[in-house]
């Protein structure tokens, strides 16, 4: 029985061995744990290959995307039709999981964590009459203390 136990406790220094030793493992346990679409898992990716798993959505920082939408100036113009049908219609309060569920998998992504905020990107390329488009989606998660794949 004593050797059973000697064989876990030899086990287990090899697996946190090979853990610590090979960033790879890290990378596959790290895929597997928090999901393919982490903040997480992009990052350890990023720190290992130097590259992004994924496209990039947006080339410069995104925080000049948003800028406009805190500016409580309303120099840019809105536009209201009511021809044009959006065919891609989804409520406020769906998740990452949810959409990529119904729109397959995005044609890009990008993750960021922030001041606490998990800021996910997924970029889609629809048709909208015979002609493609481009859907960007944020998704903001302020609470976020563990990273999940949705």
Same mark, same amino acid.
């Given at each position: 029985?004593?050797?059973?136990?000697?064989?876990?406790?030899?086990?287990?220094?090899?697996?946190?061995?090979?853990?610590?030793?090979?960033?790879?493992?890290?990378?596959?346990?790290?895929?597997?744990?928090?999901?393919?679409?982490?903040?997480?898992?992009?990052?350890?990716?990023?720190?290992?290959?130097?590259?992004?798993?994924?496209?990039?959505?947006? #080339?410069?920082?995104? #925080?000049?995307?948003?800028?406009?939408?805190?500016?409580?100036?309303?120099?840019?113009?809105?536009?209201?039709?009511?021809?044009?049908?959006?065919?891609?219609?989804?409520?406020?309060?769906?998740?990452?999981?949810?959409?990529?569920?119904?729109?397959?998998?995005?044609?890009?992504?990008?993750?960021?964590?922030?001041?606490?905020?998990?800021?996910?990107?997924?970029?889609?390329?629809?048709?909208?009459?015979?002609?493609? #488009?481009?859907?960007?989606?944020?998704?903001?998660?302020?609470?976020? #203390?563990?990273?999940?794949?949705?």
């Amino acid at each position: 029985m004593e050797y059973l136990i000697v064989i876990g406790l030899i086990a287990l220094l090899l697996l946190n061995y090979l853990y610590f030793s090979f960033p790879k493992i890290k990378l596959v346990w790290i895929k597997l744990t928090t999901g393919k679409y982490s903040h997480s898992y992009i990052a350890k990716y990023k720190a290992l290959t130097k590259r992004n798993p994924y496209s990039y959505c947006i #080339a410069e920082d995104f #925080a000049d995307r948003l800028l406009p939408f805190y500016i409580i100036n309303k120099k840019y113009p809105s536009y209201e039709s009511e021809k044009i049908n959006n065919p891609i219609v989804f409520s406020y309060s769906d998740t990452f999981t949810n959409i990529r569920k119904e729109l397959g998998k995005p044609a890009c992504f990008q993750s960021y964590k922030i001041s606490g905020s998990n800021i996910k990107i997924a970029g889609y390329r629809p048709e909208v009459y015979g002609k493609s #488009a481009r859907l960007y989606i944020y998704f903001v998660n302020p609470h976020c #203390a563990k990273n999940t794949t949705g």
